[in-house]
């Protein structure tokens, strides 16, 4: 693939602090973990490596604190190629995520401190507007403030970029941010919670599509995990399969390996149908790999596979 026009992510940067144990403390108790790991997330920020890696020309558009985990994440952009365009927020501090795995059964519970990005502002868009509409396609999700993504939206779409929102976590929307969308990307559960349409089977994703649609969405792709993904428009519906890299080591991150490679891909001027297969390959090569942003592939390893497949 070509170099392509830029792509332009807001979103939120937290740092993961993962702890394994057999079990959760009690309150006012005290017991040794098995394991601990610390590491870069935020849905964006994986987002914008995944899309780095790739080789698209990537910015991430963000507030940090002034601390320690700050100087992570400039490090793992700086890792991934991609530049930043970062609100210093010294009064404020870095996201940060605790996760308690049970080591029994994988089973998680995870608590977020999103930091500095929940102080992302309409007026903090306003003044990257420039940067916003020298994209070629412009990506956001709903870990940061919505006002701010609806405006980043609008001055996006007023410039004629390429508009996704990947509407994770799940939330509820105003109408009027469908209208300037041109890819809304939501898993089954997102889906079911913007339609109130349960996702199963990909006839349900159709219908849910559909329900996007009317809502004035130009295209939906909703991810289906080990069942890839359907891309729905008023003209087509494709059902992509999943693309197989090898054995599930963990899931985490697979989302925002798709959205990336969705990105990435079009933004280098490929066909829908044909960036969605694409993204299918980035999620499949990330889920054979333990963590979100260091999961991410190249853009060599995705086109081996591709061309395996």
Known sequence: MAAGKPVVILGVFVADTAYRADRQPRMGETILGNSFKLGPGGKGSNQAVAAGKLGADTTFLTRLGVDAFAD????TWAAAGVKSAVIDTPDSYTGAAYIFVEEGSGNNA???SPGAAMLISPADIEAHAGLIRSAGVFVTQLEQPIDAALKALEIARGAGVTTILNPAPAASLPDRIYT???YVTPNETEAEGL??????TVDDA??????LLAKGVGAVIVTLGEKGALLHTKARSEHVGAVNAGAVVETTGAGDAFNGGLAAALAKGVEPLEAVRFACAVAGISVTRPGTAPSMPTLQEVEALLASA
């Open 110 to 112: 995870i608590i977020v």
């Open 206 to 211: 159709r219908r849910a599509a559909d329900a």
């Open 72 to 75: 992570m994440a400039k490090q």
């Open 180 to 182: 300037l969308c041109d």
């Open 195 to 200: 339609t109130g349409i349960k996702v199963s």
